[in-house]
Each structure stands twice: as C-alpha cells, then as structure tokens.
Nanobody, 115 residues
C-alpha cells in the first residue's frame, strides 16, 4: 500500500505564503498524475490542483493564479506553493491521485489563514 506523508502546513496571516510537500512511497511515482486536495471544516474534500506525469498543471478556480503545483520525481514528492493566502484557504490539505484508483489518505497537513 502506498503511503502519503504531507507536511508544511501551519498558521499564516492573510496574504502570506506556505509551501506544502507530499512524499509518496511508490516506485512508479514519475508516471502518475498527482493532485492536492483540501477539506475545510464542515465541507467536502475538494481537488484544487493537479499535475500530470509530464508536468501539465490544472487548478480550481478558487486557487488559480495563487497556488502552484510542481513535482520532483527523484524525491517522489509533489509540492504546493501557496501565495496570497486567504482565510477561506483554511483547511486540511492532502495529496493523492487525482482520480481513478485513489490511494489511502495520509494524515494531511493543517493550513490556517488568520490574523
């Protein structure tokens, strides 16, 4: 079973930045698309960013222009650079495959945007 370990969350003021990391324990990481999800209190988990195996990216409208997803295949790690953070970005952030055969969820990393 693939293990996903997210890190990098924290408390940040509105307008601030954070970089999240997610390490995946799979030898085929480089050929898989990866995504970042988030789940805010009382809301369903939503997919906010996707990166293909070839580096093509896609974002939800809510984060487009502020978040950047990228990957390091040698480290089997996917990142989410989050800039211009807003209070509505507060959520637990998870990585996983963006569709199809989703792996078991990791513990996630909490991002709180508040003054």
């Amino acid at each position: 079973q693939v293990q996903l370990v997210e890190s990098g969350g924290g408390l940040v003021q509105p307008g601030g930045s954070l970089r999240l990391s997610c390490a995946a324990s799979t030898s085929i990481f480089s050929i898989l698309a990866m995504g970042w999800y988030r789940q805010a209190p009382g809301k369903q988990r939503e997919l906010v960013a996707v990166i293909s195996s070839g580096g093509i990216t896609n974002y939800s409208d809510s984060v487009k222009g502020r978040f950047t997803i990228y990957r390091d295949n040698a480290k089997k790690t996917v990142y989410l650079q989050m800039n211009s953070l807003k209070p509505e970005d507060t959520a637990v952030y998870y990585c996983n495959r963006p569709g199809g055969s989703i792996w078991s969820w990791g513990q996630g990393t909490q991002v709180t945007v508040s003054s």
